[in-house]
């Protein structure tokens, strides 16, 4: 193993070497070379990306629009800024939801203001105002969010005023977040805006008559592929209630009432942790680190929650379940499994799916080499306990912090404190672990990967796959690598659960096993006289 670090050491003093000095000491404390004769293992993240690095991060508002609020179905969304900005709504994710007999759906629209010169001389509150007027009037929705992107926040439109005004004019619940892309170091600010919104106007506004017997929220889940769809047939079939989920293929409506739950799922510790947090202090709602990718996650999360809930019949339920559920992939996973043994992959994606999925692809045979995340903070690597030791920044003072008290009348204890503790040594209950400690040595934890390092990395250690966003999908396809992007699975999925470990292993064995990277041939090297130099040129 010390030769291995060793040589992957080496490997990375290759790929920060064109680094002047003082970008390279930056750079080397975001990365992460796995040696578990350490004790810990500490990697800089959600600090600003060096100027002049082309980063593949988002925007503050492309984590809050894009990311958490767009996948709820029952909102007009109006994105109050110039058309490019919603290059974060259809353009990013494709939004899925099902809608029962009396929900709406506005989920096929993208609503914008679309800013020109004028308005930004002269201010766009009367352009906001006229387009809440036209959404009422054509959709007539129950609720209505706008999210600010950059000039608005420049102009300083006040979006809050324009807010207030129009939920008195028509009785609705209008709701406006300051996600300006500039704010925080990366998406991940916009995350924090939409939970704090959220958890201030939304839950709790509601109570419903429960009768369900275990009833949780699902958080962390944004339905990418139709993931949501595939969890919920199975969490259904085994007798969950699901009230809300935050929010893919989720509803404002929900939402209100989500506080009834007796156990919150954190499925992307990152983008929701925050909710989570608020939801035990207001009331009593602990959460669960969950992982529905991948079966033998899947299974730990389902029987970590039946425990968690502690009823015979549940678990024998889950149990019944999962026998059923697997026989059915077994075979399938085992032959892909044959054909992508040995193979490895490359992943920087997001918050948690850099993790979730190198258990995936460890079913199948493929061994991740690198891995990392483009908005993941110390925590989301090395594991909650860290939380003490992160110093706040300017970045971080940007966001307000909402403060929840106990909610004196609906606050209750779901299981006794004893109970509690006693749990919370089997599972990880209002944990999280992080990313690094799964991993196995000399593999590497990357924070902030830009594009020369993601290009240097793949000549070095030549992956097989590349797993990550739009921005650098087609950096990897260039090089000759197939890369597939976990941030909206190509319009492909669902890779949730059972059946979606089979729809990735198919998605991912069709993509590395076709033939056509055989074919990259460029011009120069077929025609005389031209000369060229290809990026993945080995
Ligand atoms: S950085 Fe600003 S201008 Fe660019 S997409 Fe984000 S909000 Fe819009």
Not at 122 to 138: N, S, T, V
Not at 332 to 345: F, I, P, R
Request: proline share 3%.
């Amino acid at each position: 193993m010390v030769n291995e670090v060793k040589k992957i050491e080496e490997t990375l003093e290759e790929v920060i070497d064109s680094y002047p000095a003082k970008s390279m000491k930056n750079r080397k404390e975001h990365i992460v070379i796995r040696d578990t004769s350490q004790d810990k293992q500490k990697i800089m993240a959600n600090t600003r990306t060096i100027p002049g690095i082309i980063s593949n991060r988002g925007c503050c508002f492309a984590g809050c629009q894009g990311v958490v609020l767009g996948p709820l179905k029952d909102v007009v969304h109006i994105v109050h800024g110039p058309i490019g900005c919603c290059y974060y709504t259809w353009g990013m994710r494709r939004n899925q939801a099902v809608v029962g007999e009396n929900e709406k759906n506005f989920l096929n629209f993208s609503f914008s203001t679309d800013m020109q010169d004028s308005d930004i001389v002269f201010g766009g509150e009367k352009k906001l105002e006229q387009a809440i007027d036209e959404a009422m009037e054509i959709f007539n929705p129950g609720t209505i969010m706008i999210t600010a992107t950059c000039p608005v926040g420049l102009i300083g439109d006040d979006i809050h005023a324009v807010a207030r005004r129009a939920q008195e004019k028509y009785g609705i619940s209008v709701m406006a977040f300051s996600c300006e892309g500039y704010k925080g170091v990366s998406q991940s600010a916009g995350h924090h805006i939409a939970n704090n919104e959220l958890m201030e106007h939304l839950v709790g506004k509601k109570e419903i008559e429960l009768e369900a017997e275990y009833p949780i929220n699902l958080m962390g889940e944004y339905n990418i592929g139709g993931d949501a769809f595939e969890i919920e047939r199975v969490l259904g079939k085994i007798g969950y209630k699901i009230i809300a989920t935050f929010s893919g293929n989720g509803s404002a409506e929900a939402i209100m009432s989500a506080h009834e739950a007796d156990l919150n799922l954190v499925q992307c510790h990152r983008s929701i942790n925050y909710i989570a947090e608020m939801f035990r202090e207001k009331y009593g709602v602990p959460w669960l680190k969950v992982n529905f990718l991948g079966v033998d996650q899947t299974i730990k999360s389902l029987r970590d929650m039946a425990k968690y809930f502690g009823d015979e019949k549940l678990i024998q339920r889950t149990e019944a379940v999962i026998a059923e559920e697997l026989a059915a992939v077994e075979q399938s996973l085992a032959m892909y499994q044959d054909l992508l043994e040995g193979k490895t992959a490359f992943l920087f994606v997001g918050g948690s799916r850099a993790h979730h999925y190198q258990n995936v692809f460890k079913r199948i045979g493929i061994d991740t080499v690198v891995a990392g995340y483009e908005f993941g903070h110390r925590d989301d690597y090395e594991g909650r306990e860290v939380i003490p030791d992160i110093k706040m920044t300017a970045d971080d003072r940007n966001i307000p912090e909402l403060e929840v008290e106990k909610d004196e009348q609906r606050y209750h204890l779901r299981l006794s404190k004893e109970k509690m503790e006693e749990l919370a040594k089997e599972i990880p209950l209002n944990n999280y672990e992080g990313m690094i400690k799964e991993m196995e040595d000399g593999t590497i934890a990357i924070d902030d990967l830009n594009h020369h390092e993601q290009v240097k990395l793949t000549k070095i250690l030549k992956p097989d796959i590349y797993c990550s966003g739009i921005k650098d999908k087609y950096t990897s396809h260039k090089m000759g690598v197939f890369s597939k992007q976990l941030h909206s699975y190509d319009y492909s999925g669902p890779y949730a659960m059972f059946k979606g470990h089979v729809n990735f292993a198919r998605d991912v064995a069709n993509g590395i096993l076709s033939p056509t990277w055989g074919y990259i041939n460029p011009p120069w090297k077929k025609e005389a006289g031209l000369e060229g130099n290809y990026g993945g040129d080995y």
